[in-house]
């Protein structure tokens, strides 16, 4: 799994060397003029390069498209009107669930009172009406049981 730690001498590995290939020069190939006639004559500029040269020329103006926005088939009023009404909808109904649900959830209650009561009465006529006690170190005996057992076994 790991290598072994014997001296090996290190591996020659050939080395290639790359040099750049030059590009041919780009060849200049001029488009044809074609004479566009503006509608008024622009004004002639000149300007005043850093190193002392000056560059004259038209100043031409790119007509900018103006922004127009497609007028919207609903007016906005109306459309947060209608939003209004269904937030609006939509609480009274979480409203309507949030009752609902109070109403169940106080009839559950109800009943577990209802059914622990049932219990714990029924436990309480349980403890009442037996004759047994359970409580350590008494004893219960039925007299009338005792007296027919010792005239039956002294007749």
Not at 106 to 117: K, R, S
Request: glycine fraction near 8%; proline fraction near 10%.
């Amino acid at each position: 799994m790991y290598p072994d730690h014997t001296h090996r001498p290190p591996v020659q590995r050939a080395v290639e060397v790359h040099q750049p290939t030059p590009l041919p020069p780009a060849t200049a190939v001029s488009a044809p003029v074609v004479p566009v006639q503006p509608g008024t004559v622009p004004a002639v500029a000149s300007i005043v390069l850093p190193d002392g040269r000056v560059v004259t020329g038209y100043a031409i103006d790119h007509p900018q498209p103006t922004a127009t926005y497609p007028a919207p088939a609903v007016s906005r009023t109306a459309v947060n009107a209608a939003l209004g009404g269904v937030g609006f909808l939509a609480v009274c109904g979480g409203l309507l669930l949030l009752t609902s649900f109070i109403a169940a959830l106080t009839a559950f209650v109800t009943q577990l009172i209802i059914l622990a009561a049932v219990i714990f009465g029924g436990w309480i006529a349980v403890q009442l009406f037996t004759g047994t006690s359970h409580r350590d170190g008494d004893t219960t005996v039925n007299i009338r049981k005792a007296v027919i057992k010792r005239n039956h076994f002294h007749s």
